[in-house]
């Protein structure tokens, strides 16, 4: 790689170099002015716009970045990668301004240098991950992304849960990254690259169908099925998402999980992509039956992520299960093995933002009036509380999947795909879960507006800001529901992957 090509490349990693100089003058501001604290999310709120603007100034360029070799590059700063930047920085924001709100965080004040230092640590990692085109850089990101989230997990250190918390998160990120990075050495050992491309050239001319390159393939599976809470490499979740700070268990459930997602469809469609057929499915190199093996843990992932949450009476515990049941929705579009399931991939997530954040925000702010996560503390608050309570039933109809929020049309493109891939048995299994998810999130909504309502009037401060960010993430719930020709536009078009 000479000199001009490196300039070159630069030129289309813009936005991560702005985050990372963010970084750097969140923690300079931090340590020059130990007492002013009210600067740094300000800070970090003008990087993550600028690193957005230059995003999307990225979208339609489609180039490979930091090449070595003849055709081997680390990066692909393709339509694909950066949808998921889009989706990574508008969450970021919300995250922020979220943490403005959260007494979690707000206690914490003499840390808030290291919080937003590593929360752009997260995004970071994140925005290396969804274009890395190699496994290196696909581990090294995944360890950036879960070092800063480790912590973060863990960051309120006078709660005795945020510290069980961010324990269990290191154990089993810890093993999951072992695990995962061993197989991804026995795959550079059979093969002789790391390159996602160039293991596929190999793959057309090479077979390696033997039980070595399976139990390689397994255990880098396991690793990114870690990232996603893809049954049963979810055993952390409902520990962590109970555990962490609201505004980072909500972070988890939607941008770390994205940026997983993303990964692991890179790597399925680089690495083993044979060819496509003439109605536009994918044909994978059978070194495995991929479309059974993601059926299958996308079945036992949403059952009980389903099933689990009937059960929680902390609704945090409770939204963790139903991330983890989304997580096998999502894979769902993902085991269609055609761009048409990756287009229903990509609209969930957009809406799977709005609904998924905007739930954690209510409960959030709930928390912080009733000092409580618990269903049961619920009882009236619709009268008590009727605009959040309102905003809160929107945002889990819309999870249900009920006309005629947003939530819904995330649900029919998933159907639509399962169903032109004929694949109606599954179509129903997911369905009959959806109907079962309708109960744990009535649950809530009996609490709220069915039981005696509480004897003192709950009154919220902030009261103009809590209003407005709340109906900015409820309007798209609801506006997407009805008229959703942009979000689906936009799918079509970033569906995009380069490196095949």
Known sequence: MNIN?????????????ILVSTLVIVLLFDLIFKHNKSFLPIISLAGITFAIFFTILNFGKNEFAFGYGSNNFLLSIDDFSNFFKLLILISSIFIILFSILSNEIKICRDRHGEY???????????????????????YISIEILSLSSYILAGFVKTSLRNSEASLKYVIYGGVSSGIMIFGMSLIYGMTGSTNLSEINSILKVTA?????????????????GFKISVVPFHFWTPDVYEGAP???????????????????????KIMFLSGITNNEYWVLYPIIDWRSLLIIFSIITMTLGNLSALWQDNLKRMLAYSSIAHAGYILLGLAVLSNQGLTAVLIYFIIYLFMNLGAFLVVMLIANEINSEDINDYKGLGYSLPFLSAMLSIFLISLVG????????????LFIALVDAKMIVVAIIALINTV???????RVLKNLYLSKPAENKIKIRNLSFVYSLVLIMVVPVILFGIYFAPITNLAKYSLKILGM
């Open 116 to 138: 937003y230092t590593l929360l752009l640590g997260m995004i970071i990692g994140m925005f290396f991950l969804v274009s890395a085109n190699d496994l290196i850089v696909i």
């Open 402 to 413: 009920l006309p005629p929020t947003a939530g819904f049309i995330a649900k029919l493109y």
């Open 436 to 442: 079962i998810s309708l109960y744990y999130y009535v």
């Open 208 to 224: 390696l169908s033997d039980v070595t390159f399976l139990t390689s393939l397994l255990m880098v599976l396991a690793g990114l």
């Open 246 to 268: 609201i505004p980072i268990t909500a972070y988890l459930s939607v941008a770390s999980k994205a940026a997983g997602f993303a990964v692991l469809i890179r790597f399925i």
């Open 5 to 17: 090509n490196f300039l070159s490349d630069l030129n289309l990693i813009y936005p991560e170099i």
